[in-house]
Nanobody, 116 residues
Framework: QVRLVESGGGLVQSGESLRLSCAAS????????MGWYRQAPGKQRDLVAT???????NYADSVKGRFTISRDNSKKLVYLQMNSLKPEDTAVYYC??????????WGQGTQVTVSS
């Protein structure tokens, strides 16, 4: 069983930074994609950024240039460095591990609140 645990969320002011971490445990196949998604109240869960096991990254247009996804495969950790945060970045941020088959695992989420 794979388990994902997010951490690093909190309350910050507009323009500040946060770094989220996602720790994975369990039996994980070597070829997979890790991603960060977010869900604001009353809205759908949207992609923020993904990174493949080979290090290829993808970002939502709304966070390009401000957020950076990275991973440490040896420690089974994925990070999301968030700079220049805006109030519209306020959401619960979720970590996802997914395989090419479409099967995946979600973490429990971590709250990020950005005040103006």
């Amino acid at each position: 069983q794979v388990r994902l645990v997010e951490s690093g969320g909190g309350l910050v002011q507009s323009g500040e930074s946060l770094r989220l971490s996602c720790a994975a445990s369990g039996s994980i196949l070597s070829i997979h994609t890790m991603g960060w998604y977010r869900q604001a109240p009353g809205k759908q869960r949207d992609l923020v950024a993904t990174i493949t096991s080979g290090g290829i990254t993808n970002y939502a247009d709304s966070v390009k240039g401000r957020f950076t996804i990275s991973r440490d495969n040896s420690k089974k950790l994925v990070y999301l460095q968030m700079n220049s945060l805006k109030p519209e970045d306020t959401a619960v941020y979720y970590c996802l591990l997914s395989y090419s088959t479409g099967f995946g695992y979600w973490g429990q989420g971590t709250q990020v609140t950005v005040s103006s």
